[in-house]
């Protein structure tokens, strides 16, 4: 058989030579319930309006026989003799080195007039877990150019760590200082949920010209269907993948993971899930260690390294989506709303924050200082509301007496503009600087 034979056998037996349809039974304003397809969870669909365009649909679950899907765009124009047609495709996203420097959608798609994008292949929306043992070790420092996460919370290359503030504390001024300062090859921004407003002011102010250059920017905004808002996260992991699988180190960052929740949330409600605390659906804590997994430092070469935004809601702090990512992540950085409302900032509360993987990447020297920076503070914020009263007496407490003859100086390597960048090195020394300040005259 000649080489063009077989490669027309094997297109026909490739070939879905039956086609499949079904028909639309109900829609809830979420979920289309539809007599057929046969089709699995997870395969593409096309709802065939009587008219305009085919609108695309994912097969979320089964209910009674019924096949359950939620559409991706606007359903205007569909109606109860609609025809549901399978692909026999699971969604995937094309990735290319053309991304960088561009402002997409969740399916890679330009938002930012510019011209059309030139792909290099496709990546699956959902991967297959890692091998464990394929990953490497962490051991080598992510300088962060925000002198309170390098001095006192440093993190890896390969961590995933976690910003948790509740809305209004900075958490959209210190990613683009994260975006814009952190050495990596390459760096993808998941924007999931956000106003719309709020991405062209993250892009001009945040993020600036300069960090967008080596930036790929996936947007899904709060008006978007709940599919597409959770699609963004998938496809920005995909795209992640795809350049650590080209041997580069990655910045991944994703703002925010709350909003990923509860646009799993009315997912899961919508095709049945119970509720649990505050409604979330277990779907919602399933996938959430799925998600973050995708990252890490590989054996082979290339390493992504995340940082998540959770928004807190009510700023509580042991609320469900807040709780479990903390327990998952390799970290997290705690913004507190009283330190931004006294003018510091970034607001990080380094005590109720941590690095899990300081201690492998820092010698032990700088570990030690960067303890006793934070037994100071914390003896500082135990006694905080005595010495506002006017209470303390110098020489009652001589922890406390120290503390407060080192506190402006510690103040003033913690506190950073958000245009401003600083050297890890610089940020050790002035801590150490800090730490050898002199006593002086304190009193009630």
């Known amino acids: 058989m000649s080489g063009l034979s077989q490669h027309l056998c ?34 593409l669909c096309e709802v065939l309006p009587a008219h305009g365009a085919p609108i695309q649909a994912e097969v979320v679950g089964f209910r009674d026989n019924r ?23 699971s969604l995937s996203i094309p990735v290319g080195a053309g991304l960088l420097g561009r402002v997409v959608d969740a399916f890679s798609q330009p938002l930012d007039g510019g011209p059309a994008i030139a792909y290099d292949a ?5 991967r297959e877990p890692i091998n464990p043992l394929d990953r490497a070790e962490i051991d080598e420092v992510l300088e962060t150019g925000v002198r309170a996460i390098d001095g006192l919370l440093t ?13 209004g504390v900075g958490k959209s001024t210190l990613l683009g200082m994260l975006a814009k300062h952190v050495r990596a090859d390459v760096t993808v921004m998941g ?23 080596r930036s790929v920017v996936m947007v899904a905004t709060a008006d978007q269907p709940a599919l597409v808002r959770t699609h963004a996260v998938h496809a920005a992991h995909a795209v992640a993948e795809y350049f650590r699988d080209q041997g580069q180190s990655v910045l991944l960052i994703v703002d925010s993971m709350t909003r990923f929740a509860m646009a799993q949330r009315e997912i899961g409600l919508a095709v049945g899930e ?5 409604g979330y659906t277990p779907s919602v804590f399933g996938l959430l260690p799925k998600v973050l997994e995708r990252c890490g430092r590989m054996r082979k070469g290339g390493a992504i390294s995340a940082i998540y935004s959770v928004l807190v809601e009510g700023d509580d702090m042991n609320e469900p989506v807040t709780d479990h990512m903390r327990a998952i992540l390799d970290g997290h950085i705690v913004l507190q709303r009283d330190l931004a409302a006294r003018g510091h900032h970034p607001a990080i509360d380094v005590l109720q924050s941590t690095s899990r993987l300081m201690s492998r990447v820092v010698p032990e020297k700088e570990l030690a200082i960067a303890r006793e920076v ?36 510690l103040d003033q390597v913690l506190c950073q503009g958000a245009s401003e960048h600083s050297r890890r090195s610089e940020a ?6 800090a730490l050898e300040v002199q006593g002086g005259a304190h009193g009630a």
Do not use: C
């Open 67 to 89: 096949v359950l899907l939620m559409p991706y765009g606007n359903v205007q124009g569909i109606s109860a003799d609609s025809r549901i047609r399978a692909t026999g495709r």
């Open 122 to 126: 496709r990546y699956p929306l959902y």
């Open 274 to 278: 119970p509720p649990t605390f505050r």
């Open 155 to 167: 993190l890896g290359v390969g961590q995933r760590v976690g910003v948790l503030a509740g809305s």
């Open 428 to 433: 050790m020394s002035g801590l150490r600087a």
């Open 374 to 409: 934070k037994r100071h503070l914390a003896v500082y914020e135990g006694s905080r509301d005595l010495v506002e009263l006017g209470a303390h007496q110098r020489g009652a407490n001589p922890a406390l007496d120290r503390a407060l003859d080192i506190k402006p100086a």
């Open 10 to 43: 094997a297109a026909v037996s490739r070939a879905d030579l039956a086609s499949r349809h079904g028909r639309l039974t109900a829609f809830n304003g979420l979920v289309i319930e539809a007599a057929g397809p046969e089709a699995h969870l997870g395969e």
């Open 191 to 213: 924007l999931i949920g956000e106003r719309g407003r709020e991405v062209g002011d993250f892009l001009a102010h945040s993020l600036g010209a300069e960090g967008l250059k």
